[in-house]
């Protein structure tokens, strides 16, 4: 049995791991999802990123908007909103919110994220082994220009990402507590029975980077000696969604397919896939000493999605060979 | 300006409040509202007597139902039922957990009890100064023969009297905690100033009964030496809503309009009005110590509450006089 790991963001991960799925339905998958994201609103903790995941393959994802949970409705938000209390610029919604405060209790109870995503995913049966990159805090902040002043303020990643919607120039991404975090149980030891590594077509700076930020994941993929293979989330010089340009900018990565190559570089990527539309980034990628291919790399529903997994499992076994 | 002080539990209570703001339109009235009935739901601290007074004077409350909000939904609790996390059985809406998730917010920043209620009805403007009886945990629990054995067991007052509805046998009322309990800020001033105590047609033993089990609270009303009057919830041997009989069955008081007076004492009473179902009680009262008088005492609509409450206006100015 092929095992799999895949390191993951929000959306985007979450998509590809459900073409993944279609793609390798006999494969022991286990997602190392990012916690850069997670924030406290209201006294509650929410992952974001982990509850698209576990949404998206558990079926409960709102499929239009990529993340929260289909047919929500928002009477606990409307209220907090008449209490006066806030934000109001993150879309909480009532069945998110019960999410919300099952993983508080738990965690006040004194359950590692760990567990607590795993008794999550016991309702959900997401189809992949969900694990968070770590059971310690770590907040993503990005440094910006102080909108009401002439200087830097760093804000949590969620306040850029959603209420300024990465509207101000950003100038460092900052995974605060990374330096002293532990991977979660079970991550390394994933990581050292893989057959194969996969990176989604997820954020590279906030996503994907964050996981890798957290001390021993970047080493153990390193060691571990077996394919590691990426998909690029940058197809015609743009981000298939979202807004990762704002951030790569902030690391100094120009918003192509080659530049994010080059930026996890070849001590990490052993392939990646570019879009059709970026077949001319193929030479230099491969200069890099990544191997590369170009596939269309759109997923627009799941068997688009299936067939880049298939790509990406081919050329893990390629580079492998 | 007349300054009354109600001592307040939650349907009954609330009920009577209202009826008390029309009949005395210009007096500054201080509820000292029940705790002892607080719970803790999902990690979330719930209040539902200073609620269900909030509401209903503040113009949220369920009418048909006498507690919780108008126009709820239930999605966070079908959600937490999904999860397999309880209890089901108490019936926290969409709207109604955004104040509880408010609450508990305040209360983990280091608010006390009285700040956060006050905070809450400052959208809520119910028109009256609502005070939690003490900041202290007080938590009432109810000592029934153990279901599942062959012994008793003490429960929640909710568990006893929601989920079980008051169907096993109380044996005891204890509000656990009391005894080392503080009045909240305010409580005891508001009783040294107040010109006339009233006790609304509550129930005895845990609303108003738990109330007084707050050391000082008893002492304070004694020493004022004001008019203190109550009006029955017990009309026609029977409460007049809820299951006060088997509570008052747990501390050796009969269902009735006067053993409910003799209950409370004439240490404690100066007046009590009985419903004119229970005209023949009044002298049994009266013989106790207590002014009587006979008069409708069911609250169908804000004029007959009205019509209560100046009943027992003009009963504190007789006792006074």
Redesign the interface.
């Known amino acids: 049995m092929q095992r799999i790991v895949v390191l993951a963001g929000g959306i985007g991960g979450a998509r590809f791991l459900r073409g993944l799925k279609v793609a390798a339905p006999e494969a022991e998958i286990t997602v190392v999802g990012n916690t850069g994201d997670d924030i406290h609103l209201?006294?509650?903790k929410v992952c974001p990123d982990l509850d698209t995941v576990m949404y998206t393959l558990g079926g409960g994802i709102n499929e239009e908007q990529g993340w929260g949970r289909t047919g929500?409705?928002f009477?606990?938000?409307?209220?907090?909103g008449?209490?006066?209390?806030g934000p109001q610029w993150f879309g909480l919604?009532?069945?998110d919110?019960?999410?919300h405060?099952?993983r508080?209790?738990m965690i006040?109870a004194g359950y590692p994220l760990s567990d607590v995503t795993q008794a999550?995913c016991s309702?959900w049966e997401p189809g992949v082994r969900l694990l968070p990159m770590t059971d310690d805090r770590v907040e993503t902040h990005v440094l910006v220009d102080d909108p009401e002043g002439e200087g830097r303020k760093a804000v949590h990643f969620q306040e850029y990402w959603v209420r300024m919607r990465a509207g101000a120039d950003a100038h460092a991404v900052v995974p605060v507590g990374a330096e002293s975090a532990k991977p979660a149980p079970g991550v390394l030891d994933a990581v050292a029975h893989a057959d194969v590594v996969l990176f989604p077509p997820s954020n590279p700076v906030v996503s994907v980077g964050t996981i890798l930020a957290v001390p021993g994941i970047r080493e153990a993929i390193a060691e571990a000696g077996v394919p590691v293979v990426g998909l690029s989330p940058i197809v015609g010089g743009a981000p298939v969604r979202g807004m990762a340009d704002k951030v790569l900018a902030a690391v100094g990565v120009e918003t192509t397919a080659a530049a994010v190559a080059r930026h996890y570089g070849s001590g990490m990527l052993d392939g990646w896939l570019v879009d059709t539309a970026d077949a001319s980034a193929v030479d230099e990628v491969e200069e890099a000493g990544i191997r590369c291919r170009a596939v269309p790399l759109m997923m627009t529903d799941d068997e688009a999605t299936a067939a880049m997994a298939r790509e990406a499992l081919a050329l893990a076994e390629e580079v492998s060979a």
């Open positions: 209201f006294g509650l929500e409705t009477a606990v938000k409307e209220e907090l008449a209490y006066g209390v919604g009532d069945r919110f019960a999410t405060i099952v508080t209790q006040s999550l309702r």
